[in-house]
Nanobody
Framework: QVQLVESGGGLVQPGGSLRLSCVAS????????QNWYRQAPGKERELVAS???????YYADFVKGRFTISRDVPKNAVLLQMNSLKPEDTAVYYC?????????WGQGTQVTVSS
């Protein structure tokens, strides 16, 4: 059973930066997209950023210019660099890998932006 392990969350002041990492426990074949979602208290889970197997990148409007998604294929990892963080970015961030026939989720990592 493939597991996705996220790390890098924490408490940061407004304007600060965090780098989230998601590493798969084993190689995943036929990846379609690697994604980061987030869910704030009382809100639905929303897509933050996505990178396709072909390198196409999508960002939600609320993170454009501030967040950068990337991947490390040999390490089975997907990264999310978050800069200029705002209090409204506070949420649990989830890694998701969508492959042919499978949809994997990490356990989530808390990001809190507060002074």
């Amino acid at each position: 059973q493939v597991q996705l392990v996220e790390s890098g969350g924490g408490l940061v002041q407004p304007g600060g930066s965090l780098r989230l990492s998601c590493v798969a426990s084993e190689r995943i074949d036929s990846i379609i997209t690697q994604n980061w979602y987030r869910q704030a208290p009382g809100k639905e889970r929303e897509l933050v950023a996505s990178i396709s197997s072909g390198g196409y990148i999508y960002y939600a409007d609320f993170v454009k210019g501030r967040f950068t998604i990337s991947r490390d294929v040999p390490k089975n990892a997907v990264l999310l660099q978050m800069n200029s963080l705002k209090p409204e970015d506070t949420a649990v961030y989830y890694c998701n890998i969508h492959s042919t026939g499978n949809n994997y989720w990490g356990q989530g990592t808390q990001v809190t932006v507060s002074s």
